[in-house]
Every structure is written in C-alpha cells, then in structure tokens.
C-alpha cells in the first residue's frame, strides 16, 4: 500500500502539470476562444478555480498521505531552513498579489485589463521567473524541513514541471516580446539568480 499510495501522489503531481500546461497553452485558448465565443471571457477565471480546486486536493492528499521518514534533521538545521523557507513564502505571496487579477481572469467581472509588458523591475532583474524561483526555494526547504518520502517525490516531479513549464513559457513569451525577450533571456538567468 505504502509503494501504491506513492505512486499515486506521483501520478496526481504528473497530471496536475500535464492539465495546467496544456489548459494555459495558446493552441487550447484558441480553441476554447472558438467554441465558447462570447462566454470565453470566463475561461481564465475557470481555468483559476479549476487549478485552484485540484492543486488543493493534491495537497491534502499528501498532507494525509503514510511516509517514511529519510533522515532526522537535526533541530538547528530546520531553523536554519526557516529562513529560505519564509523568504520562498515571501516570494511566492508578492508575486501572487502582484499578479493575481491579471492571471486569476477575476478581473472580467468588473474591468478590462490592458494587454501585458514585459516586467524587467524587481525581482525579474534577477531571474526571469521569480515566482518559480520562490515556490522551488520554498518546497525544498519545506523537503529538507520535513523529509519524508512524499515530499521528496512532489519535490522533484514539481521541479522538473517547473524546468519543463518555464521553457514552455519562454516559448510563449518570445513569441510575444520578440527581440526584447531574447535580450532579456541573454541578460537575466531563468529560475536561478546569480549572486
């Protein structure tokens, strides 16, 4: 049951970032743009709830999940964690703020929002996906804290979904900022910062 349970939190973490990437990918928007018509100022806002709901279910699926522990961590080296671990938290919450009526599709209930730029202030001088580069420092500190073998599986499918998503967004971005992305992407490393 142990190994079965496992692999389950895996394959839910799998689909999770199978589902998100292709209902966010510009060739499902077109086609959902085509057959909702008019009620396709809603989709970004489903699309929000529906990854909201679902990322939930996943983690109270882990949370409640039976694991093994890897190694006892001493108590120093979790306080010690705290710190990326808040600062990844920090992070994530900024961004989200930052971002959340643009990204959520909340704002079709009441206004209409201007077409993107690209951000290249604040945290996007150092890395080009802070948010990313938050919830990555977060969940490994959160592994290294809690150091159970569920966490370490949900830390390394996200972090390879992260690799995979970040460049599937690049992708999506030079398309949308052309020569200004390339420069940007030459300048600014992707979800790590130079020091």
Not at 166 to 189: D, M, S, W
């Amino acid at each position: 049951m142990f190994i079965i349970s496992h692999i389950i939190l895996v394959l839910l973490w799998v689909l999770f970032g199978i589902l998100h990437s292709v209902l966010a990918a510009n060739w499902w928007k077109r086609l959902m743009q085509q057959r909702l018509g008019p009620q396709y100022k809603y989709y970004s806002f489903s699309y929000s709830v529906f990854a909201a709901v679902t990322l939930i279910a996943i983690l109270v699926y882990q949370v409640y999940l039976q694991s093994q522990l890897i190694y006892a961590a001493p108590v120093w080296v979790k306080l010690l964690l705290c710190i990326p671990l808040v600062a990844g938290l920090i992070i994530m919450g900024l961004l989200i703020r930052k971002y959340f009526f643009s990204l959520s599709g909340i704002s079709v209930f009441y206004k209409e929002q201007p077409p993107a730029d690209l951000e290249l202030s604040g945290l996007n001088r150092y890395v080009r996906h802070p948010l990313y580069f938050g919830t990555l420092l977060f969940l490994w500190s959160f592994f290294f804290i809690f150091p159970y073998v569920k966490n370490l599986l949900a830390c390394l499918v996200i972090t390879i979904y992260t690799v995979w998503g970040a460049r599937l967004e690049e992708k999506k971005l030079t398309a949308q900022f052309g020569e200004k992305y390339t420069a940007y992407k030459k300048q600014v490393p992707m979800l790590l910062p130079r020091l």
